[in-house]
């Protein structure tokens, strides 16, 4: 008896084995094809989210599914089909959208990259016509006489015109006159310094050259001295006092360059307020009133001590002579 109740008990037990690991197997597959599902429908959204933004506005170029329920007729059955099998169709139809998709936003990419880099060559050529009419400006020969720049025997209309005379020859401009022997000694009287500091011996022998009003030498000088030490103590200094000297020389165009380039190398030098002032100075001998006004007003506003103190007579003359609004 003992026996057949301890056969029955085992029996039980493995009948609830069994039975938990049926239950167990009917679960996973279902749960397997909930997780899938969630991935599909997750995959399928990004898939339309990319059509979207590769074709914008919803047009014909949207990708139509590729695997689509077929259309019953009466007196047929439709194919019983697995879920699994279900799922491969579904990953396969969007693994084939996708490569489409990636395939056209390259094209596209490629096209872009072509476009920018024709636009970059042929960028060039249209630097000499003439912007908004479309018209190129008319060409001058060496005697500075405008001439024409459609071919011989033509004008606009077709029409046969006789041949353009022969270009005269531009005179060549004489040399420049040798220093006389008087000039010569009277600069060679400028003793340069020797002090043991080469850079504050070289930005002084130009000083006193400027100072003796030989401003061609001064000019010479100065640019070898910065050459030489555009970072030194004295570069402030030599950028200005070469604008002067190219400005008391008459050449104000020269001269307002070396005033911008001092004031904009270094707003804080010793010698920015003097350039940027010297600046308007120049603008106005240049008759250019708006651009000498711009420079004086930021000279007032920019170094007012120095407008109301060193510089104070030179910044007066200067604005007393312009009308500036």
Do not use: H
Not at 41 to 58: D, S, T
Request: overall charge positive; glycine content about 8%.
């Amino acid at each position: 008896m003992v026996l057949m109740l301890s056969r029955l008990t085992g029996l039980r037990q493995a009948s609830g084995a069994v039975l938990a690991l049926m239950m167990a197997g009917t679960a996973l597959p279902a749960l397997a094809q909930s997780n899938t599902e969630l991935r599909l429908n997750k995959v399928e959204g990004e898939v339309r989210a990319l059509q979207r933004k590769v074709f914008p506005g919803n047009g014909d170029k949207m990708f139509t599914p590729e695997i689509s329920a077929p259309n019953p007729t009466p007196g047929t059955r439709l194919p019983s089909t697995s879920a699994m099998t279900d799922v491969l169709t579904r990953m396969d139809a969007l693994e084939s959208q996708v490569a489409r998709l990636t395939g056209q936003v390259e094209q596209n990419s490629n096209r872009i990259t072509q476009l920018e880099a024709k636009l970059a060559t042929t960028q060039p050529s249209t630097t000499g016509t003439s912007i908004g009419t479309g018209t190129q400006p008319l060409a001058t020969n060496d005697a500075g006489v405008p001439v024409s720049t459609t071919p011989s025997g033509q004008i606009a209309g077709g029409t046969a015109t006789p041949a353009p005379a022969p270009r005269p020859t531009p005179t060549p401009s004489p040399a420049a006159a040798a220093p006389s022997s008087s000039r010569v000694q009277a600069v060679s009287a400028i003793v340069k310094p020797s002090t043991g500091n080469a850079e504050e011996d070289e930005y002084s022998y130009g000083y006193r050259l400027w100072e003796a009003k030989f401003y061609p030498e001064a000019q010479q000088q100065l640019k070898m001295y910065l050459e030489k030490y555009p970072r030194g103590s004295r570069a402030s200094w030599g950028r200005n006092l070469l604008g002067r000297a190219y400005l008391d020389d008459g050449n104000a165009l020269e001269a307002a360059k070396w005033f911008v380039q001092n004031y904009q190398a270094d707003k804080r030098g010793d010698r920015a307020p003097d350039s940027l002032l010297y600046l308007a100075i120049s603008m106005k001998q240049l008759q250019d009133t708006k651009r000498a006004c711009i420079a004086l007003s930021e000279f007032g506003s920019t170094y007012a001590a120095e407008a109301a103190g060193r510089l104070k007579s030179v910044y007066d003359t200067t604005k007393g002579g312009l009308k500036c609004s």
